[in-house]
């Protein structure tokens, strides 16, 4: 029976009970297996999967920098209902063209099915196959953000009285979206079986891929390029609430992808495994060709300071700087920064009055950290 004065004594009493005196203590190996099955894990013997240790135990660390992530990410706290949208009403029905109309609206068409799907993969797919439990805080934080990034979308969504039904089916009917989430939803069907084994190479492998593709390209360079058309507007003093909200998203993101390379590049080690260099190319071609099939489709013409042209060589240019990060070769070397104000819209330490902007101030810590 627990006491609300203090539980745990009580709980304790309960796991272990007094030894009567019929009981006779351990003896010879039994006694060093009993010992040995109370001692607390040994962080050295902790893995990413795989791992046989007790999940159970958050400490000693041995992924310190997960439990930083995971303290940091809580430095960005935020609901989308602390920025204000009353200008965003008045800019799309009255200041936005038809084709500035028609790149908000399909960015955040695509944004807000692909939170789902980036909710789905880390809760569903990838937080299960982790064996150590300071991953799964941080994936944990993760799921929920996701969350929170899409009742930003349906906030935008909704506050704009854009028609729900239509904005939220086009990734079904409009190809050119279609083929980001069919190729998205592909990888994450093949990580998201109850029978996987990760002990068995060819799986292992598989999880790698689809781990790099979740973290290094979804995340870390469709997200990361997503919000740039809206980021345009926002430099030319258009839906600002709505670049104030992605701005928070995309630092979101910004984490979890270099989270996912990080514990990424931790299996390649401890698991002795390399994701093949060909499937890699296939994947940054196949990403590609459907990112450009996306860009001309929300920017047959240019708006005002942003085209196809340079949302693709931006494509190239972000994904090398994250195979840089996972100790890969650079898919499209020579490619160029051709959008050299994303960095910049990205690290809100130079946002200087960008706090100042929120009804409700979160933030509790320093700047974080990028490097
Ligand atoms: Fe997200
Ligand atoms: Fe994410």
């Given at each position: 029976m627990l006491t609300w004065d203090d539980p745990l004594i009580a709980s304790n009493r309960e796991h272990r009970p007094a030894p009567t005196a019929d009981a006779a203590p351990p003896r010879g190996a039994d006694r060093g297996r009993a010992e040995a099955a109370l001692k607390p894990v040994d962080p050295r013997d902790k893995r990413v999967v795989n791992g046989q240790t007790d999940i159970n135990q958050l400490a000693p660390f041995k992924y310190p920098w997960a439990w930083n992530y995971f303290l940091n990410a809580n430095k960005n706290h935020w609901t989308?209902?602390?920025?204000?949208?009353t200008q965003d009403v008045h800019d799309y029905h009255h200041r936005l063209t038809l084709e500035e109309r028609h790149v908000y609206e399909n960015v955040l068409a695509y944004l807000t099915t692909s939170d789902i799907l980036a909710m789905r993969n880390i809760g569903l797919a990838v937080m299960e196959k982790m064996s150590a439990p300071e991953l799964q805080i941080y994936q944990a934080r993760q799921v929920y953000e996701e969350s929170v990034h899409t009742w930003t979308y349906q906030h935008c969504i909704e506050t704009l009285g854009l028609d729900q039904g239509e904005i939220y089916n086009r990734y079904r009917v409009v190809p050119e979206i279609h083929a980001k989430i069919q190729m998205s939803n592909e990888r994450l069907s093949s990580v998201l079986r109850p029978d996987i084994d990760l002990r068995d190479r060819d799986e292992l492998h598989n999880f790698v891929l689809a781990y790099i593709f979740f973290a290094a390209l979804f995340e870390g360079v469709w997200f990361y390029n997503g919000f740039s058309p809206i980021f345009a507007l926002q430099r030319r003093g258009l839906m600002k609430g709505t670049a104030e909200q992605l701005q928070y998203i995309m630092r979101d993101e910004v984490m979890h992808a270099g989270f996912g390379i990080r514990v990424v590049r931790q299996i390649m080690l401890e698991e002795n495994i390399q994701p093949d260099a060909r499937a890699l190319r296939l994947m940054w071609n196949e990403a590609e060709a459907v990112e450009a099939a996306y860009a001309h489709f929300i920017l047959p013409d240019p708006i005002l300071g942003y085209s196809a042209e340079q949302h693709i060589e931006q494509y190239r240019f972000v994904a090398n700087r994250r195979a840089r990060q996972l100790g890969l070769d650079e898919p499209f070397p020579g490619a160029e920064n051709a959008l050299p104000w994303l960095d910049e819209q990205a690290n809100l330490r130079k946002e200087k009055n960008f706090f100042e902007t929120r009804v409700t101030e979160y933030q509790t810590g320093g700047a974080l950290n990028w490097d």
């Open positions: 989308p209902l602390d920025i204000n949208m």
